[in-house]
């Protein structure tokens, strides 16, 4: 039995300057071109102008999440990735993967106690330090990301 597709990108409509639809595979090495893309855009619309490193590093901490939990490594398995962009409310990136999800309060800090010698877990914790918004919704299998533009930030 065929997995159902993934739910097409929800945002408002209007007023958006740019609206990506992005799919790729359960692979590590498909991470590369998809932030390539939407990067693409951010330069190109300027709606996240002066974020472009946090958004990039954001990006790839919530893809490679979506690889390795959401989708185990199985390139036979879809991950998307939603971006919408404009001057008044910044851009959002949602990341949406076909994984259990997980509870994000259950995830340890990296950078207390013995987590600190930990080898891995830091990808939360740095998506929300570089985004101005970050939840989860779906039982943690989407993560909505939204970096405020330029104007609206202190």
Do not use: W
């Not at 946090?54 to 901490?61: D, F, G, S």
């Not at 340890?108 to 877990?121: D, N, W």
Request: hydrophobic residues 40%; contains cysteine; charged residues 25%.
């Amino acid at each position: 039995m065929n997995a159902p597709a993934p739910a097409r990108c929800e945002f408002d409509r209007e007023d958006l300057l740019v609206q990506a639809d992005l799919k790729l595979p359960g692979d590590v090495n498909a991470i590369s071109p998809v932030v390539e893309r939407v990067m693409h855009i951010v330069t190109e619309m300027g709606c996240a102008a002066g974020r472009e490193f946090e958004i990039e590093l954001a990006l790839r901490e919530a893809l490679a999440n979506a690889v390795e939990h959401g989708s185990g490594h199985d390139p036979s398995k879809e991950i998307q990735c939603c971006v919408a962009c404009d001057h008044a409310r910044g851009m959002l990136i949602v990341v949406r993967d076909p994984g259990p999800g997980f509870d994000p309060a259950s995830i340890p800090s990296p950078i207390l106690g013995q987590q600190l010698f930990s080898t891995g877990g830091r990808g939360i914790y740095l998506i929300n330090q570089l985004m101005d918004e970050v939840r989860y919704e779906k039982g943690g299998t989407e993560i909505h990301m939204r970096t405020l533009p330029p104007a609206a930030r202190p």
